[in-house]
């Protein structure tokens, strides 16, 4: 288990990027940031949001340009997420 509130608690997070976004995307950002390329599902079990909800903000977040989108090499049915 990775230690989240190191993620959560990022001094170089800039909230000006980040307005208008949902307090469930701010997280997963923050998740994304401290823990790498991260796959929807290891998101879902570091946090307690529903799948539904991590993907909804995974969405937000690529089409904000926040965040990239990569495929999974070992898994084709899923994508990793990183900050660039």
Known sequence: MVNV?????????SQNLLTGLPPSAV???????GKGPIT??????????????????LKLLVRAGLIQKLPHLLDMRSCKFYVD
């Open 5 to 13: 509130a190191v993620a959560l608690e990022n001094p170089n997070l």
């Open 40 to 57: 929807s599902c290891e998101i879902v079990d570091l946090c307690s949001l529903a799948p539904r909800t991590v993907r909804h903000g």
């Open 27 to 33: 997280t997963i950002y923050k998740i994304v940031i």
